[in-house]
Structures are given as structure tokens and as C-alpha cells.
């Protein structure tokens, strides 16, 4: 597709389980970002992958939460134990990392751990 | 210390009406970029406009302007005849530095456009 590309769109976990998000960026783009937004709050940073570089994981808010890129592609976010703070709205973008490129934004995964 | 300030959690405005969206920054950089994003209820986030800081002159796109102080480090977005459709959050995020791409991310602001 021509666009940033995420799975599920919507996922709904009990307390406890561990759960999967799938990011496609747009074809090309070597830099990504996951972000978390709690119903009518900002974006808040999780993880940035820039080509090879290790990746900025500085927002990750504890070690239930981990994301890789394969292949500078497709990124997964993982967490696991879910907990019911866990339920936001989780949100992909792409871009070609210049100054002066906007980030593409995917549709999100609506997470609710219940 | 924030680095990008959206002053205006809230704002209600008549349709048809310009409306100014407030944003302030703070970098030390010379090299930097500024974007505006909207997000409408349905949750995806629209691209609306950049500025980058050695721009001379302030950015446009159809109905959506930047007005660009440097000197001030503001770099609000007006948007001209404002229409029903424009209800929406809308995030101002900048771009610093030549060797780091990360987006820094205002609060938002939440315009409602009345009828």
C-alpha cells in the first residue's frame, strides 16, 4: 500500500497477556516511531529507529515494553503482562529523516486490556 | 523545560471566522523544522504544514498559514475562513539538529467550529 499500514486496528486483551503490534511503514522510509495517546492527550514518544543506528528507546515506560524493526522495515511493539494502564491508542509513523520531511501517520491499534 | 508550548487546550470558534493556533518553541539550534498536524475524531494524523527556521518567508497551504517569528520562537498556525470540517486537534512538533531526527510534540489544542 501507499500508506503506513498497522495491525490490528483494534485489540482488546485481558490483564496479563501479552500482546503484538505490527507497523509497515511507507516503502523507503528508514526512520520510524512508535507513540502512545491516551484518549485526548498528546503523543507520547515511545521508540525511534533511524536505519541502522541503535534505536532511541528512551520513552518506553518500563521493561514490559519492547519494539524491534526487521530487515528496516516492518517494526513490532510488544508488551507484555499487559496492564489496564496499557490501553491507548498506539500510533506508527514513517518518514525519510531530513530536516525538513513529515512523519506519515498509520491509522493506530486501539489497545483495551481489561 | 518544554521545548514546544501550546498555550490553548481549548478553543471555540465561529465558522467562517480566522482562527490562530499558538504555538512557542525553545532550541538552541540554528537548523530546525516546525510542522503542524491535525487530528480529527476519527484518530488519524494529518500532515498540514512545515516551516524550517532558515525560511524567509512563512509558509502557506491553501487555507492553512504559518505565521513564523524567529526572534520570538513562535510559530503559529492561522487558518483562514474556518469551516465545520477544521474541528479537530491540532499538534505543533519540531525538528531539531542536522544529526537527530526525533519530532518533539506539543500538547495539542482542541478547536471546535461553531456553526
Known amino acids: 500500500g501507499a500508506g503506513v499500514s498497522q495491525s490490528p486496528s483494534n485489540k482488546v486483551t485481558e490483564k496479563g497477556k501479552d500482546v503484538e503490534l505490527r507497523c509497515d511503514p511507507i516503502?523507503?522510509?528508514?526512520?520510524l516511531y512508535w507513540y502512545r495517546q491516551s484518549l485526548g492527550q498528546g503523543l507520547e514518544f515511545l521508540i525511534y529507529?533511524?536505519?541502522?543506528?541503535?534505536?532511541?528507546k528512551s520513552g518506553l515506560p518500563s521493561d514490559r515494553f519492547s519494539a524491534e524493526r526487521t530487515g528496516g522495515s516492518v517494526s513490532t511493539l510488544t508488551i507484555q503482562r499487559t496492564q489496564q494502564e496499557d490501553s491507548a491508542v498506539y500510533l506508527c509513523a514513517s518518514l525519510i529523516p531530513n530536516r525538513n520531511t513529515e512523519a506519515f501517520f498509520g491509522q493506530g491499534t486501539r489497545l483495551t486490556v481489561v | 523545560a518544554q521545548k514546544i508550548t501550546q498555550t490553548q487546550p481549548g478553543m471555540f470558534v465561529q465558522e467562517k471566522e480566522a482562527v490562530t493556533l499558538d504555538c512557542t518553541y525553545d532550541t538552541s539550534d540554528q537548523s530546525y523544522g516546525l510542522f503542524w498536524y491535525k487530528q480529527p475524531s476519527s484518530g488519524e494524523m494529518i500532515f498540514l504544514i512545515y516551516?524550517?527556521?532558515?525560511d524567509e518567508q512563512n509558509a502557506t497551504e491553501g487555507r492553512y498559514s504559518l505565521n513564523f517569528q524567529k526572534a520570538r520562537k513562535s510559530a503559529n498556525l492561522v487558518i483562514s475562513a474556518s469551516q465545520l470540517g477544521d474541528s479537530a486537534m491540532y499538534f505543533c512538533?519540531?525538528?531539531?539538529?542536522?544529526?537527530?531526527?526525533?519530532?518533539?510534540w506539543g500538547a495539542g489544542t482542541k478547536l471546535i467550529i461553531k456553526p
Open positions: 516551516q524550517g527556521s532558515y
Open positions: 512538533a519540531m525538528r531539531e539538529g542536522d544529526s537527530n531526527y526525533q519530532l518533539i
Open positions: 529507529f533511524q536505519g541502522n543506528s541503535a534505536p532511541d
Open positions: 516503502s523507503g522510509h528508514t526512520a
